[in-house]
């Protein structure tokens, strides 16, 4: 499907995270939610977190900018058909990503059903 807006799109990254149980999200400290086209080294690349799990941070953290997730517009709407699709798979790569930030790695999305 082409891609969305970026404001439509920007959006539904929202809607995702107003999806997120407020405790969990009032748990998520130094991160921000961003929204780009593609990733220039994986443009296949639905989402990407950058930065320092929750659960790797330490006494030497302070300071540090904020960690990034990123959710890729266009390669998200690529792998959709269709409107409904692309809500879905928007709210499935921002728990995945944010579920990064708590320092669950990719084999435990899977077995969670994240993938």
Same mark, same amino acid.
């Given at each position: 499907?082409? $891609?969305?807006? =970026?404001a439509v799109f920007e959006g539904l990254v929202a809607d995702a995270l107003d999806q997120?149980? $407020?405790?969990? =999200?009032a748990l998520m400290d130094n991160v921000v939610v961003l929204v780009e086209d593609r990733n220039a080294d994986e443009p296949d690349l639905l989402g990407l977190y950058e930065g320092y799990a929750l659960t790797e941070r330490g006494w030497e953290y302070g300071g540090a900018l904020p960690d990034r997730i990123m959710v890729y517009r266009e390669a998200i709407?690529?792998?959709?058909?269709?409107?409904?699709?692309?809500?879905?798979?928007?709210t499935i790569t921002v728990v995945h990503e944010i579920a990064h930030h708590f320092?669950?790695?990719?084999?435990r999305l899977h077995e969670l059903g994240w993938a």
């Open positions: 499907m082409r $891609p969305l807006p =970026l997120v149980p $407020p405790d969990l =999200l709407c690529d792998i959709c058909s269709t409107a409904e699709e692309v809500v879905e798979e928007v320092g669950i790695d990719d084999d």
